[in-house]
């Protein structure tokens, strides 16, 4: 096989992972103990690993799981947000005072859990398996873990879960086969230890005429502290 072909075999694999099997990374909470960060598929594949293993022994051979054939499988949701800015609802002076105006509002973004029975002792690994992660990721929430998603078209990082909930399309034939994960990126500031002003405060406060910092609202994306210090920004 030729170096190309390795490499391209090699890029899909990373992409199914990274985006269908376990785009989710746990970071703090209960990661601490492991690293600081974990995969979601550690998780959700650990009861469909064990009892493959268990029920390869009792047949002779050993059952491993490949990502093609993983417990479950993951899809961002269509309408995730990029950016979301509302502006002031009262008259600007000119459209310099408007933009500065602007409020960053908080990131959202949804992914389907999608789960339907597979392999032997399908529904009792499937019971155990959600049991166990909505135990763990409520423990996560508690401890102040948050979230690290990798989508196709962005990067989120420090997501808050708030919200998971059956979204299976055909309950009434194939029920708890789909799951939604919604979460939530708060406003912070970049800095979290210097608590800065954002930029309208700043001039507000300090009289300033010209532009000021690139702002100083956290949204989670990854480049928004190298952009900062870029020096036509």
């Known amino acids: ?64 799981p490949n990502l093609d054939n993983t417990w479950c499988h993951w899809q961002n949701v269509q309408g995730n947000t990029l950016i979301d800015n509302t502006p002031a609802q009262y008259p600007y002076a ?26 032997p002792g399908a529904m009792l690994t499937k019971i155990l398996t959600i049991q166990s992660l909505v135990s763990l990721l ?4 508690q401890l102040g873990g948050y979230f690290n998603i990798i989508t196709p078209g962005q990067f989120y990082t420090k997501m808050l879960l708030t919200n998971v909930a059956d979204s299976s ?6 029920p708890a086969v789909q799951y939604t994960f919604k979460f939530t990126r708060p406003l912070t500031q970049k800095n979290e230890a210097a608590q800065k002003m954002s930029t309208l405060m700043t001039k507000a406060s300090g009289g300033m ?11 989670g994306n990854v480049f928004d502290t190298p952009l900062s210090y870029v020096p036509f920004l």
């Open 1 to 64: 096989m030729s170096l190309s072909k390795v490499l391209d075999k090699a890029g899909r694999t990373l992409g199914q992972l990274a985006y269908v099997n376990s785009p989710i990374l746990l970071t703090d909470g209960i990661a601490n103990k492991m690293g600081g960060t974990v995969p979601i598929m550690f998780y959700t594949q650990l009861v469909g690993t064990l009892n493959g293993l268990i029920s390869g022994a009792v047949r002779g051979n050993v059952n491993l």
């Open 209 to 219: 005429s010209g532009i000021g910092d690139f702002g100083s609202t956290g949204s």
């Open 169 to 174: 399309p055909h309950a009434d034939t194939q």
């Open 138 to 141: 409520n423990k996560h929430c």
């Open 94 to 119: 000119n459209q310099t005072v408007a933009a500065n105006a602007l409020v960053t509002n908080p990131t959202n973004i949804s992914m389907q859990m999608i789960c339907p029975p597979r392999g």
